[in-house]
Nanobody, 118 residues
Framework: VQLQASGGGLVQAGDSLRLSCVVS????????MGWFRQAPGKERDLVAR????????NYADSVKGRFTISRDNAKNTVYLQMNRLKPEDTAVYYC????????????WGQGTQVTVSS
């Protein structure tokens, strides 16, 4: 299973970015997909996830109302739309997959850097 994340970049506060995660070797409907982020000196935290069935999403409190996770089953791709970005959103963003019956995310993408300047 391989996950390829892309879409990061350097933006100004208030701008938007859309991250993409292309999955190969497993269909995204076979498990949960999550977006995580890790800022320098901090732990990696869950930002958003979408259930394997596609009918449930949840978000970290810090991004609710600004970020949206979605997926395109035909493209086997998961997205993270990030609006009204803030400097505190600066981090490396990772997508991850876990099987339907797994507790842990066991496949990870390589990460994409998001930097938000004030």
């Amino acid at each position: 299973v391989q996950l390829q994340a892309s879409g990061g970049g350097l933006v100004q506060a208030g701008d938007s970015l859309r991250l993409s995660c292309v999955v190969s070797g497993r269909t995204i409907t076979s498990g949960d997909m999550g977006w995580f982020r890790q800022a320098p000196g901090k732990e990696r935290d869950l930002v958003a996830r979408i259930r394997w069935s596609g009918d449930f999403t949840n978000y970290a409190d810090s991004v609710k109302g600004r970020f949206t996770i979605s997926r395109d089953n035909a493209k086997n791709t998961v997205y993270l739309q990030m609006n009204r970005l803030k400097p505190e959103d600066t981090a490396v963003y990772y997508c991850a997959y876990r099987g339907r019956f797994n507790d842990e995310y066991n496949y990870w993408g390589q990460g994409t850097q998001v930097t938000v300047s004030s």
